[in-house]
């Protein structure tokens, strides 16, 4: 029984020990962020140059936020100008096609035309001189 309790008090103690090292790391941890921290901004108010330049920042960051928020507001306008502009293009585009269409389908009936009324005469000529061949062909004595 002594044994148990002199494990489980050395337990402890070595618990107790770790714990207050890490609580005092990290007090030291803080204190060193703190002292540096507060060394900064000490220096950043006594330099007049480093606090024109935050204001500075400052006013450029207000315009932006103002230049955005104006140019929010005018895609917002302008949106509908560009879906109607949109719809006209697309209008236009579907009127040429059709009339593309249809002059692509009037120039292959113009060239079907042209191709019948010169090839049934250069036919009929071939079909002629194929006939006489055959019949010359046979006419003529064989050597």
């Not at 220096?43 to 932006?64: G, K, V, Y």
């Not at 895609?75 to 949109?86: C, G, S, Y």
């Amino acid at each position: 029984m002594e044994i148990r309790i002199f494990l489980f008090l050395a337990l402890v103690m070595i618990t107790v020990v770790s714990n207050t090292f890490a609580i005092f790391c990290a007090y030291r941890l803080f204190a060193g962020l703190t002292n540096k921290l507060t060394k900064t901004v000490t220096d950043l108010r006594e330099n007049s140059e480093a606090m024109e330049w935050i204001s500075s920042m400052q006013i450029a960051a207000a315009r932006a936020a103002a230049i955005t928020e104006s140019t929010k507001r005018k895609m917002v306008e302008f949106d509908p100008i560009l879906d109607r502009t949109q719809e006209g293009y697309r209008r236009s585009l579907v009127t040429i096609d059709s009339k593309l269409e249809t002059t692509a389908e009037q120039i292959t009936t113009a060239a079907r035309n042209i191709r019948d009324t010169i090839a049934k005469p250069a036919f009929a000529v071939a079909t002629f001189a194929a006939g006489m061949t055959r019949v010359l062909e046979e006419t003529q004595p064989e050597e």
